[in-house]
Every structure is written in structure tokens, then in C-alpha cells.
């Protein structure tokens, strides 16, 4: 099982100010198949990205996907308000599909 | 608009069974592949089971062969969790999510209900 490290465990930044959140894998993730959803406190979560880099349907374009192999990495380009939540890095390139414990975007 | 509504979740002491059912629509459910995916209190997510669309590909998560059995029913548009033995360790909050294919192999979930609440404890 492919095991999903995400760093850091918080991230606290301004609105308006650059996020970049780390998801690194124990082995090379098939065909990039990395996905990162948003969850905010009492919510489901919300894909975000697919295939490491393409954006879900109504996803702002401030939110980037990028990376290969072992390494991936999610990008805010300027934090909105409604950005501060946890997220989430997926593999679903190997069975069985796993998540990484997650990097909590926290207000300054 | 798509949605997932999940139901039958509750407080059971361990050893005892629930039944987890997902009700969806907005969408052709015939077509895609459905999953559980769970979240312990406080915790990350963890993959559970699968479907595919026609019922002929499931898979489960280690921790839970052969005490949880998934299915479909197409004339009610709804997805099942079947679970028994539970243990403590199954507390969590269970999603019924929808893959954007209709394989259960390899998925990602594009939609997500809002969640049932499983706690087991004596």
C-alpha cells in the first residue's frame, strides 16, 4: 500500500498570501494519479484536483495542481477567506487507493 | 445537481450489525461506480469499499473483508453498506461517494454526501 506523507501539518498565512502544501509518496504513483480535495469543519469533501493537475468542475483558478512520481504539490495562488480549511492528497494510481493525513491551512 | 443522501447510521455495541444506505440522484446512477469512504472522529480519511456500476467489480479495504458487504439497487437509485461485527474501531462517520467512471478500480469521488454517523460502543 502506497502510503501518502503530507507536510506541513498547518500552515499559517494572510488572506491574499501564497499556499504550498506538500504530499509525498512512499512508492511512484501510476499515470499521476493524485487527487486533492478541500474539507471544511462540519462539511463533506470537495475535489479540488484530479490527475495532479486538472481542476475539477467550478474550482477557482487559484488552485493549482503540479508534480509527478513521488512528489506532488497543491498551490493557493492568494488565499481567500474561504480557503482556510484542511486538505487532502489521494492516490487512487494503485490499489488500494489511500489518503495522506492532511495540512491544515490556518488563519495568521 | 447531484446529490447523496446518507441514512442509518446510530450508536451499536460491538458484535452488532448496521446497515448504511446512500441515496442518489441528479445523475445517471447506473452509470458510475460507488464507494464508502470513512472519518474517524478527529481523524483522516480512509477508503472503505467499492462498486462499480454493474455490481460485477467490489473491493474492500483490509480491516473490514469479511464483516462488510457493499451492493447496489438500481430500481431505487441507492447504494448499501452492509456491516456486522462492528468494533470499536469502526467508529466513524461514513460518506457515500461517487467516482466519475463507471470502474470501481482506481477511483477518485467527485461528489460526496454529507456523512453518517456509526459509534460503536458498549
Known amino acids: 500500500e502506497i502510503v501518502l506523507t503530507q507536510s506541513p501539518g498547518t500552515l499559517s498565512l494572510s488572506p491574499g498570501e501564497r499556499a504550498t502544501l506538500s504530499c509525498r509518496a512512499s512508492q511512484s504513483v501510476s499515470s499521476s494519479y493524485l487527487a486533492w480535495y478541500q474539507q471544511k469543519p462540519g462539511q463533506a469533501p470537495r475535489l479540488l484536483i484530479y490527475?495532479?493537475?486538472s481542476r475539477a468542475t467550478g474550482i477557482p483558478d487559484r488552485f493549482s495542481g503540479s508534480g509527478s512520481g513521488t512528489d506532488f504539490t497543491l498551490t493557493i495562488s492568494r488565499l481567500e477567506p474561504e480557503d482556510f480549511a484542511v486538505y487532502y492528497c489521494q492516490q487512487y494510481g494503485s490499489s488500494p487507493n489511500t489518503f495522506g493525513g492532511g495540512t491544515k491551512v490556518e488563519i495568521k | 445537481e447531484v446529490q447523496l443522501v446518507e441514512s442509518g447510521g446510530g450508536l451499536v455495541q460491538p458484535g452488532r450489525s448496521l446497515r448504511l444506505s446512500c441515496a442518489a440522484s441528479g445523475f445517471t446512477f447506473d452509470d458510475y461506480a460507488m464507494h464508502w469512504v470513512r472519518q474517524a472522529p478527529g481523524k483522516g480519511l480512509e477508503w472503505v469499499s467499492g462498486?462499480?456500476?454493474?455490481?460485477?467489480?467490489?473491493g474492500y479495504t483490509d480491516s473490514v473483508k469479511g464483516r462488510f458487504t457493499i451492493s447496489r439497487d438500481s430500481a431505487k437509485n441507492s447504494l448499501y453498506l452492509q456491516m456486522n461485527s462492528l468494533r470499536a474501531e469502526d467508529t466513524a462517520l461514513y460518506y457515500c461517494?461517487?467516482?466519475?467512471?463507471?470502474?470501481?478500480?482506481?477511483?477518485?469521488?467527485?461528489?460526496w454526501g454529507q456523512g453518517s454517523l456509526v459509534t460503536v460502543s458498549s
Open positions: 461517494a461517487k467516482a466519475p467512471t463507471y470502474s470501481s478500480n482506481l477511483p477518485y469521488f467527485d461528489y
Open positions: 490527475g495532479a493537475s
Open positions: 462498486i462499480s456500476w454493474n455490481s460485477g467489480s467490489i
